[in-house]
């Protein structure tokens, strides 16, 4: 019986051993680290542009008021408020009963001294009048073609004709109201072309050149649409201080139906274009000792480079150097790496 239980002390002694044993071996073998999963995009030669977005209002190119030159009742008006006129449009009419007669007198009168100086050069030809004669109705003709120009010059004036293209924006008589010289009767928005103020800031202004070409699109929320191209053809030589040390901008455009006085617009302005350089996203650049670093994906194992980091233009970053082309530039999940850091391309 003292035999039997020796050797179940044993066997138990022996068993505890060799599980201990087991556990020590399992403690001493490495862990299995789990793969961070990553995104990667592969770093490209590529152009970038710095530009930045600036908010202006849309005028019109000038304001004109058109005065009446004669004196009378105006018996028609042929636009309203409001009304788009061409260059040359008739806007309204004077009444022209007097010019009218003045105008068929003067024409008659015309005819008749044209015809009086014709038959007195075709005897003057054949020796059969004296040259006074002959100067006398020359005379005669030419004082009338100057009266009959200045009495058509007189009826044309009684038509007001719009001075530019653009829109009508007020018509201040009204049918049978009379009118005398330099009242005026129209207000007209000149059309021909559109322009836009913008301030911009002191350091940009070095960036500007007169004819540079801008983007110009109505502001909207969240999106860029109908973008058309305005040119800068004023920049102000002055900063000024009311208004935080910027520079007045002029930009001219062409009318648009999208684009109208009093509309605010948004101004797209280039700084400058990078050509043929490496970009990368802000947050795949990671500060470290004092140092910029990104990781790349080699074969599934994070690599650590430090990088020279150049303009930040957005959310990018020019990269100057420590990456090349081609390698696969690791954009999210880079902050939980470290060198040799196993990755999973993520779904």
Not at 86 to 108: M, R
Not at 212 to 217: G, K, L, S
Not at 265 to 294: C, P
Not at 304 to 322: A, Q
Request: aromatic share 8%.
């Amino acid at each position: 019986m003292k035999k039997f239980h020796l050797y179940l002390f044993l066997f138990s002694f022996f068993l505890i051993l060799s599980s201990c044993s087991g556990e020590n071996k399992a403690d001493d073998m490495p862990a299995q680290v789990k793969p961070t999963d990553v995104a990667v995009t592969k770093v490209v030669l590529q152009d970038i542009t710095d530009y930045y977005t600036l908010p202006g209002t849309v005028e019109a190119w000038d304001d004109i008021t058109v005065p009446s030159e004669i004196s009378g009742p105006v018996t028609w008006i042929g636009k309203d408020e409001g009304s788009f006129v061409k260059q040359g449009e008739a806007i309204l009419k004077i009444n022209t009963d007097n010019l009218l007669a003045n105008l068929n007198s003067a024409k008659v009168q015309l005819e008749d001294d044209k015809k009086e100086y014709l038959r007195q050069k075709n005897l003057y030809a054949q020796k059969a009048v004296s040259q006074k004669q002959y100067d006398t109705a020359k005379k005669t003709y030419n004082l009338s073609e100057v009266s009959y120009r200045l009495a058509l010059d007189e009826y044309n004036k009684s038509t007001i004709k719009s001075p530019v293209t653009g829109i009508i924006d007020d018509v201040m008589p009204d049918i049978g109201e009379y009118v005398s010289p330099g009242t005026e009767v129209a207000r007209l928005i000149d059309m021909s072309k559109l322009k836009i103020y913008v301030y911009v800031p002191e350091n940009d202004v070095k960036y500007l050149k007169l004819g540079q070409t801008v983007d110009v699109y109505v502001a909207e929320i969240g999106s860029k649409k109908n973008i058309k191209q305005g040119v800068i053809n004023y920049i102000s030589v002055v900063s000024d201080s009311a208004s935080n040390l910027t520079h007045k901008v002029r930009i001219d455009i062409a009318l648009d139906r999208d684009i109208r006085p009093g509309r605010i617009v948004r101004v797209d302005i280039v700084r400058k274009t990078f050509q043929n350089v490496m970009v990368a996203d802000i947050y795949a650049v990671i500060d470290k000792d004092g140092q910029k670093v990104v990781f790349i994906n080699n074969n599934g194992k994070a690599e650590e480079k430090k990088v020279v980091t150049g303009d930040m233009i957005g959310s990018k970053v020019i990269i100057i150097s420590g990456i090349e082309p081609g390698w696969e530039l690791i954009t999210s999940g880079q902050q939980f790496l470290s060198d040799g850091s196993p990755v999973r391309l993520g779904e």
